[in-house]
Nanobody
Framework: QVQLVESGGGLVQPGGSLRLSCAAS?????????MGWYRQAPGERRELVAQITSGEFTNYTDSVKGRFTISRDNAKNTVALQMNSLKPEDTAVYYC?????????WGQGTQVTVSS
């Protein structure tokens, strides 16, 4: 059974940094999955924040470009999201997603709150 477990969320002041991590288990070959970070703020739709392919091609939503960096470690079955220069509008529950073909898996989410 595939499981994705996020960690690293919390409360941070504007301008601060957080590093989210997603640990995957139960996958035959972690490296073939496209891994993504999504977020959902209260009353809003879930949106893609960043994505990294098996070939480590990355893409980001415009609002986080230059501030967030997604990376993966296929040896450890993990994907990370380094978030710098955080803004109050980054406040949301952040979810990890893995997908390959018709298979998609989600983590349970981790809360990120940016507030002074």
């Amino acid at each position: 059974q595939v499981q994705l477990v996020e960690s690293g969320g919390g409360l941070v002041q504007p301008g601060g940094s957080l590093r989210l991590s997603c640990a995957a288990s139960g996958m035959m070959i972690f490296g073939i999955y496209v891994m993504g970070w999504y977020r959902q703020a209260p009353g809003e739709r879930r949106e893609l924040v960043a994505q990294i392919t098996s070939g480590e091609f990355t893409n980001y939503t415009d609002s986080v470009k230059g501030r967030f960096t997604i990376s993966r470690d296929n040896a450890k079955n993990t994907v990370a999201l380094q978030m710098n220069s955080l803004k109050p509008e980054d406040t949301a529950v952040y979810y990890c997603r893995a997908f390959y073909g018709n298979y998609t898996y989600w983590g349970q989410g981790t809360q990120v709150t940016v507030s002074s």
